[in-house]
């Protein structure tokens, strides 16, 4: 299900093109994300407070609810991050040591280090040159009689192709957990992700509320599964293993008896966290809408100019549009992106690198013995990232101003 238009949202598109003018002259840094917070969130938040309910509790079970019923998933299982809704997959999934879970390097530190929680071992494939997500191509070599799951990762928000390794999972039975941090909301083929209706695709579905993400709750994250079983299990687990409502012990309709099926972790979201959520669903579509129309406005201006590759858009998904990964093309410039990122920063504008490949890190290198050239598509395109700010509380100025300064380093340092 495709989240309905609000009728409120107007047409916030940008439409003048860019032009030359005077030198960029900020009179305050523009970091590289903000979340999208005003009075809305503090008053759902209060609110929650004044309750004197301020753990899990009716906040967090009404956002489980809105949210399933948002994307489309049968569960939703609130949690205090992405990381511990990965955590819990493969736990509910019951990995083990002897296992192996292939993603890809091109990712954050959490999507590989729940699978070494188990003792198991993550199994790299390169990605995709075009969007930065795994390569399905190269995906049947690495599988072996110990792997148990696939864990794709929707980079800056766009789809990785689910059908090409959701028929490859399902020919060798093996999990597939999606690792969506960045894909709210996003589709695939017209289908949220998040929305399990067609088992085959995948497992779990894996939401991160992180402070910079598309909707934040500081610190958050959504398992999402159509699978009675898997939710039961990762509710169970997230809240140290306590069989049934464990959240309810100190209300009316609790009891104080519980019981201790499995050691679990402490990984419940708390209703302050919740209601904080709640408010930013209500707006997730009008900040999506924003961050489309600054997307659509940097692609504009940037995809006339030699020096830049912009990032590619698949026709027939919904990129959430999380981050906006431009890319240089180095040889027609004299500065390298190091140099790139602190001229602009040196015009007030913050950026980042999404991401250092996981094969690059001191801990992946040493224990698995990674070179660079292990995962060529992967170290070659991370050299020349750049992640421009892409935020719904940015102003058309500060839009105007990431422009102007990525076209003012060009100039400078472009080849003749
Ligand atoms: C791709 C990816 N996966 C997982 C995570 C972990 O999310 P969280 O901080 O909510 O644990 C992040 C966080 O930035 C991420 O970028």
Same mark, same amino acid.
């Given at each position: 299900?495709?989240?309905?238009?609000?009728?409120?949202?107007?047409?916030?598109?940008?439409?003048?093109?860019?032009?030359?003018?005077?030198?960029?002259?900020?009179?305050?840094?523009?970091?590289?994300?903000?979340?999208?917070?005003?009075?809305?969130?503090?008053?759902?938040?209060?609110?929650?407070?004044?309750?004197?309910?301020?753990?899990?509790?009716?906040?967090?079970?009404?956002?489980?609810?809105?949210?399933?019923?948002?994307?489309?998933?049968?569960?939703? %299982?609130?949690? *205090?991050?992405?990381?511990? +809704?990965?955590?819990?997959?493969?736990? $509910?999934?019951?990995?083990? &040591?002897? =296992?192996?879970?292939?993603?890809?390097?091109?990712?954050?530190?959490?999507?590989?280090?729940?699978?070494?929680?188990?003792?198991?071992?993550?199994?790299?494939?390169?990605?995709?040159?075009?969007?930065?997500?795994?390569?399905?191509?190269?995906?049947?070599?690495?599988?072996?009689?110990?792997?148990?799951?696939?864990?794709?990762?929707?980079?800056?928000?766009?789809?990785?192709?689910?059908?090409?390794?959701?028929?490859?999972?399902?020919?060798?039975?093996?999990?597939?957990?999606?690792?969506?941090?960045?894909?709210?909301?996003?589709?695939?083929?017209?289908?949220?992700?998040?929305?399990?209706?067609?088992?085959?695709?995948?497992?779990?579905?894996?939401?991160?509320?992180?402070?910079?993400?598309?909707?934040?709750?500081?610190?958050?994250?959504? %398992?999402?599964? *159509?699978?009675?079983?898997? +939710?039961?299990?990762?509710?169970?687990? $997230?809240?140290?293993?306590? &069989?049934? =409502?464990?959240?309810?012990?100190?209300?009316?309709?609790?009891?104080?008896?519980?019981?201790?099926?499995?050691?679990?972790?402490?990984?419940?979201?708390?209703?302050?966290?919740?209601?904080?959520?709640?408010?930013?669903?209500?707006?997730?579509?009008?900040?999506?809408?924003?961050?489309?129309?600054?997307?659509?406005?940097?692609?504009?201006?940037?995809?006339?100019?030699?020096?830049?590759?912009?990032?590619?858009?698949?026709?027939?998904?919904?990129?959430?549009?999380?981050?906006?990964?431009?890319?240089?093309?180095?040889?027609?410039?004299?500065?390298?992106?190091?140099?790139?990122?602190?001229?602009?920063?040196?015009?007030?504008?913050?950026?980042?690198?999404?991401?250092?490949?996981?094969?690059?890190?001191?801990?992946?290198?040493?224990?698995?013995?990674?070179?660079?050239?292990?995962?060529?598509?992967?170290?070659?395109?991370?050299?020349?990232?750049?992640?421009?700010?892409?935020?719904?509380?940015?102003?058309?100025?500060?839009?105007?101003?990431?422009?102007?300064?990525?076209?003012?380093?060009?100039?400078?340092?472009?080849?003749?």
């Amino acid at each position: 299900m495709i989240a309905v238009t609000h009728p409120d949202v107007r047409d916030i598109r940008l439409s003048s093109p860019y032009k030359k003018q005077k030198p960029l002259k900020r009179s305050e840094f523009l970091p590289f994300a903000l979340p999208d917070t005003d009075e809305t969130e503090i008053e759902a938040v209060s609110a929650t407070i004044r309750s004197g309910w301020i753990t899990t509790g009716p906040r967090t079970r009404q956002f489980e609810h809105e949210f399933a019923q948002y994307v489309g998933a049968k569960h939703a %299982i609130a949690v *205090n991050s992405c990381t511990a +809704a990965l955590h819990l997959s493969l736990e $509910a999934i019951g990995l083990s &040591s002897a =296992d192996e879970v292939i993603t890809t390097p091109y990712t954050f530190a959490a999507t590989t280090e729940v699978i070494r929680y188990f003792g198991a071992k993550p199994v790299l494939v390169d990605i995709c040159p075009h969007d930065f997500n795994l390569n399905p191509a190269l995906l049947e070599a690495a599988i072996t009689p110990r792997t148990r799951a696939i864990i794709p990762v929707h980079i800056a928000g766009l789809a990785a192709k689910l059908d090409e390794i959701a028929a490859i999972a399902a020919r060798h039975g093996l999990y597939v957990i999606e690792d969506a941090a960045h894909a709210f909301p996003a589709t695939y083929q017209g289908r949220m992700i998040g929305n399990l209706a067609d088992q085959a695709r995948a497992a779990f579905v894996c939401f991160s509320f992180y402070a910079t993400k598309t909707l934040s709750t500081g610190e958050g994250g959504m %398992i999402c599964t *159509n699978d009675d079983h898997f +939710a039961e299990r990762c509710r169970i687990m $997230a809240l140290h293993g306590i &069989s049934k =409502d464990a959240w309810k012990r100190y209300t009316a309709e609790g009891s104080w008896y519980y019981e201790i099926v499995a050691p679990g972790y402490k990984y419940n979201m708390t209703d302050i966290a919740a209601s904080m959520g709640l408010a930013q669903l209500g707006k997730a579509e009008k900040m999506w809408r924003r961050r489309c129309a600054i997307a659509e406005r940097y692609t504009q201006a940037f995809q006339v100019v030699d020096e830049l590759q912009t990032p590619y858009d698949q026709p027939d998904s919904q990129h959430a549009w999380h981050l906006y990964m431009v890319r240089l093309h180095q040889e027609r410039l004299s500065i390298d992106r190091a140099q790139f990122i602190e001229k602009l920063k040196q015009l007030k504008i913050g950026t980042s690198v999404h991401f250092i490949p996981l094969h690059l890190h001191p801990y992946y290198k040493q224990t698995f013995g990674y070179q660079p050239a292990d995962f060529p598509v992967a170290y070659r395109e991370y050299q020349r990232e750049i992640s421009l700010p892409i935020y719904s509380k940015m102003s058309d100025e500060d839009v105007e101003d990431v422009i102007q300064g990525v076209y003012e380093v060009i100039e400078q340092c472009k080849k003749a």
